[in-house]
């Protein structure tokens, strides 16, 4: 049964309003977890996304370029090229309908609401990589190597990049002008609207960069783009910032008082070789008093760089401008992209520090809760526990199970004097609590060196009669000069140092 362009229409706007309706159906179900939430903010998306692609399908049949909508209405009014009326028309369509049911006896009526519903309720795939853990954190140890590794990076640690590399800025402008810094930034850029559209696929990334361009088109022409400050501030292609007003001057040896940084500025601004002297370079820019630039001699002019073409004086400043805004735009937009992802760049660099200060065993525990978290995220801990055996909490803030309970010995209580009585749960965390800070401080308190011979002693009484034991037991042992060091008189005759002294007195040595 071949279907007409009017009903078409009408099945386009049905299924417009189906999706509206199952997107009004998702948002009312708020998710119990940061990634139900995110799954449900891609369906929604790929919801909108029909609707759009088939609003687009409306539009160009309403347009009827080719007329034949307009046919199709005369048509049914009986308005025929043939002269057939309105009756012979509608017989003619029921006959076709009716024919189609004869030979497709066994078509049953779908429901299409549950169709759709069938088709957007399965979860949509989720590209993130190992270190992002389901859109929790950034991932830019790539960028890292880059900045570090290149000239207008710096050496520093992965925490201090995560505080700095939102601040384009702060990088010397002379360093920015490579083509290793542009791909830098581009690529960044391109990694954080990937990622942002994968967070919050619902945000209108397009409209926010507009207003980021109108922004930065007015902030360009004061001067007041922020890192390229009176970049803008163009007469034809020289800056008023290097612009020298010649008519002031009206020798050579008046120039040379501006130094030679100055005359460096003025002579890059018109195009102009800058080497030299400070003589040549005076002599070069008095030039350009009384001779325009177009009739000067082309040894004057710098020559363009590789790779570019210079069709005519100053063409190649003006493509230098042009990259140079280009790349203050790029800058621009990275930046208003940190600040909306301001919230997880700060927990991408708490969650850093905390990697720092840990073992491999707990990075390794660390990566499989991540694992774990990202395939079942849930915040079922805000709602009450149901743990009548008082069992220990685990990592994921649930009872864990009664065999472990019992496996560790987590029921068996030690308490220890030296730590003010302090209770530990099971043999393991006993063993473990002489090495903590703690039971440290309890024994430093006592005076007594936290050493192995006091493990498993948690009394006080225990530890000070231990530590006396210890402290006579090393004076029977110690080394007494006055009775062990030796001494030997003319003759040959060995003495202690007590009675070797006693006979010199004496004088009998």
């Given at each position: 049964?071949?279907?007409t362009l ?6 386009s706007h ?8 199952l997107?009004?159906k998702e948002?009312?179900n708020?998710?119990a ?10 369906r929604?998306?790929f ?6 692609s088939?609003?687009d399908k409306?539009v160009?049949i309403y347009?009827d370029?080719d ?6 209405i005369?048509?049914?009014?009986g308005?025929t090229?043939?002269?057939?009326n309105v ?5 003619d369509?029921?006959k076709?309908i009716?024919e189609y049911h ?7 009526v779908?429901?299409a609401?549950e169709e759709?519903?069938?088709m957007f309720?399965?979860?949509p795939?989720l590209?993130?990589s ?9 991932d830019l140890h790539?960028?890292y ?6 000239k207008?990076?710096e050496p520093t ?6 505080q700095t590399f939102?601040?384009p800025h702060m990088?010397?402008?002379k ?18 609207i990937?990622?942002f559209?994968r ?7 397009d409209?926010i960069?507009s207003k980021v361009v109108?922004e930065f088109?007015?902030q ?5 783009v922020?890192?390229w400050?009176?970049?803008g501030?163009?007469n034809g ?9 010649l008519?002031y001057?009206?020798?050579?040896e008046e120039l ?5 940084e100055?005359l460096?500025?003025?002579l890059?601004a018109l ?6 002297t400070?003589q ?10 009384n001779?325009p630039?177009e ?6 002019f ?5 790779g ?11 493509q230098?401008?042009e990259?140079?805004?280009e790349l203050?735009l790029?800058e ?5 992209l940190?600040e909306?992802l301001?919230?997880i760049i700060?927990r991408t660099?708490?969650?850093?520090e905390?990697?720092?200060?840990m073992?491999y065993e707990?990075?390794a525990n660390?990566?499989?809760e991540?694992d774990?978290?990202?395939e079942s995220?849930?915040?079922e801990e805000?709602?009450?526990i149901y743990?009548p055996l008082k069992?220990p909490?685990?990592?994921d803030?649930k ?8 496996l560790?010995g ?7 004097e030296i730590c003010g009585?302090?209770s ?9 609590h ?5 039971h ?5 308190c006592l005076?007594?060196?936290n050493t192995k011979?006091?493990n498993e002693?948690?009394s ?10 210890i402290q ?10 006055d009775l062990e060091e030796?001494y030997?008189?003319k003759?040959g005759?060995?003495y202690?140092k007590?009675?070797y002294t ?8």
């Amino acid at each position: 049964m071949s279907s007409t362009l009017l009903e078409l229409t009408r099945g386009s706007h049905e299924e417009v309003e189906r999706l509206e309706r199952l997107i009004v159906k998702e948002l009312q179900n708020e998710g119990a977890s940061s990634r139900d939430r995110l799954l449900q903010n891609h369906r929604v998306r790929f919801m909108i996304e029909h609707i759009l692609s088939t609003t687009d399908k409306l539009v160009e049949i309403y347009e009827d370029k080719d007329g034949a909508r307009k046919d199709e209405i005369a048509a049914l009014g009986g308005q025929t090229a043939t002269g057939t009326n309105v009756f012979s028309a509608f017989y003619d369509r029921l006959k076709e309908i009716r024919e189609y049911h004869r030979r497709h006896p066994s078509a049953r009526v779908i429901d299409a609401e549950e169709e759709y519903e069938q088709m957007f309720k399965e979860d949509p795939l989720l590209d993130f990589s190992g270190e992002e853990a389901s859109g929790r954190y950034l991932d830019l140890h790539e960028f890292y190597n880059r900045y570090i590794n290149s000239k207008f990076g710096e050496p520093t640690d992965y925490i201090t990049y995560l505080q700095t590399f939102s601040q384009p800025h702060m990088i010397p402008r002379k360093r920015k002008m490579t083509r290793q810094y542009k791909e830098y930034i581009i690529e960044l850029l391109e990694y954080l609207i990937s990622f942002f559209e994968r967070t919050e696929p619902l945000k209108d990334l397009d409209r926010i960069f507009s207003k980021v361009v109108s922004e930065f088109e007015e902030q360009w022409a004061n001067g007041k783009v922020k890192g390229w400050e009176n970049e803008g501030e163009e007469n034809g292609h020289i800056s008023h910032t290097a612009l020298i007003d010649l008519d002031y001057y009206s020798t050579v040896e008046e120039l040379l008082e501006l130094g030679p940084e100055k005359l460096k500025e003025a002579l890059a601004a018109l195009g102009l070789k800058t080497g030299g002297t400070v003589q040549q370079r005076a002599e070069r820019l008095f030039l350009t008093k009384n001779t325009p630039l177009e009739k000067l001699d082309k040894k004057h002019f710098a020559k363009p760089q590789r790779g570019s073409k210079q069709n005519g004086n100053g063409d190649l400043q003006v493509q230098k401008q042009e990259d140079i805004k280009e790349l203050a735009l790029v800058e621009a937009k990275m930046v208003k992209l940190c600040e909306l992802l301001e919230e997880i760049i700060v927990r991408t660099k708490e969650n850093s520090e905390k990697k720092q200060g840990m073992t491999y065993e707990e990075l390794a525990n660390e990566h499989e809760e991540e694992d774990v978290h990202a395939e079942s995220e849930s915040d079922e801990e805000d709602q009450p526990i149901y743990n009548p055996l008082k069992l220990p909490l685990g990592w994921d803030g649930k009872p864990i199970p009664y065999w472990l309970y019992k496996l560790h010995g987590l029921g068996q209580e030690f308490k220890c004097e030296i730590c003010g009585n302090h209770s530990y749960w099971g043999r393991r965390a006993f063993e473990r609590h002489f090495k903590e800070w703690r039971h440290q401080h309890g024994m430093r308190c006592l005076g007594i060196p936290n050493t192995k011979n006091f493990n498993e002693i948690t009394s006080i009484q225990d530890a000070k009669n231990l530590w006396e034991k210890i402290q006579r037991r090393q004076g029977l042992h110690k080394w007494r000069p006055d009775l062990e060091e030796e001494y030997e008189d003319k003759e040959g005759n060995i003495y202690n140092k007590k009675t070797y002294t006693d006979l010199q007195r004496q004088g009998l040595i």
